[in-house]
């Protein structure tokens, strides 16, 4: 497969008809998403990056971070007739030299499967981190929230 022409993109904007047929095709964890939530979850993500054929979406990555202590590497898939020529290896190398990411102490990585190919990446298995707060499925309607007003200070 001649990858010569795949082009790696950090941003915001992503086309979510597309990334909703990537994660069809290629992520069991991630078909029910719908596009409102998937540009929730992109609009508070930093870096984004995609990977392109030509117009095609073929990859996606994205994470969160605080930019020195901490951050979290969510949703990495490649498409799978692209799968095994070293594009999830870019893919992984470009989130990781972003300016948010390639400061941070401590990379966390949410997966499931593939664990040998985050090995080989420097990744480790870790057991100190084990909690998990489970709140109801976003596909659940919400209650909006609720804000209260601070009591006021009694005046000097």
């Known amino acids: 497969m001649d990858c010569h022409q795949i082009q790696f993109c950090d941003q915001k904007r992503v086309e979510l008809l597309q990334l909703q047929a990537l994660f069809q095709i290629a992520a069991f964890w991630a078909k029910e998403r719908c596009a409102e939530d998937l540009a929730i979850?992109?609009?508070?993500?930093?870096?984004?990056?995609?990977?392109?054929?030509?117009?095609?979406m073929i990859g996606f990555a994205r994470a969160t971070s605080d930019g020195i202590y901490r951050a979290t590497i969510w949703d990495v898939v490649i498409h799978p007739e692209y799968q095994g020529v070293g594009l999830g290896r870019r893919l992984m190398q470009t989130v990781l030299s972003h300016p948010k990411m390639n400061r941070v102490e401590r990379i966390y990585l949410m997966t499931t499967h593939q664990q040998s190919f985050y090995e080989r990446l420097g990744?480790?298995?870790?057991?100190?981190?084990?909690?998990?707060?489970c709140r109801q499925s976003i596909s659940t309607p919400r209650s909006p929230l609720t804000v209260s007003q601070p009591a006021s200070l009694p005046a000097k």
């Open 41 to 56: 979850a992109i609009a508070n993500s930093d870096p984004v990056i995609t990977a392109w054929d030509r117009d095609l």
């Open 123 to 133: 990744f480790e298995h870790n057991t100190s981190t084990t909690m998990v707060l």
